[in-house]
């Protein structure tokens, strides 16, 4: 079946850095785009930053960019978030999501709190 396990979230200091990793198994990883989602408390979920299949293209919201850094390794199945500069405004729920025309996959998302 179907599982997109995401890590690396945790309790860093402002000015921080971390990296997400989101493990994808039961689909052809290297044909869906994928994308990095976060949803912080009582707001909407945002797209954060996106990379497509072959990672020809990458995406970022205003606020990742010149942060963030999305990678993939299609050998290994698996999609990273690097987050450099980290703000308390950063703080969320982040999600892996697979996307392919009409099919979309899920994580169940890991946390990161930004405080000192």
């Known amino acids: 079946q179907v599982q997109l396990v995401e890590s690396g979230g945790g309790l860093v200091r402002p000015g921080g850095s971390l990296r997400l990793s989101c493990a994808a198994s039961g689909f052809t990883f290297s044909s869906y785009r994928m994308n990095w989602y976060r949803q912080a408390p009582r707001k909407e979920r945002e797209l954060v930053a996106q990379?497509?299949?072959?990672?020809?293209?990458?995406n970022y919201a205003d606020s990742a960019k010149g942060r963030f850094t999305i990678s993939r390794d299609n050998a290994k199945n698996t999609v990273y978030l690097q987050m450099n500069s980290l703000k308390p405004e950063d703080t969320a729920i982040y999600y892996c999501?697979?996307?392919?025309?009409?099919?979309?996959?899920w994580g169940q998302g890991t946390q990161v709190t930004v405080s000192s």
């Open positions: 990379i497509t299949g072959a990672s020809t293209s990458t």
């Open positions: 999501c697979a996307d392919r025309v009409v099919t979309e996959y």
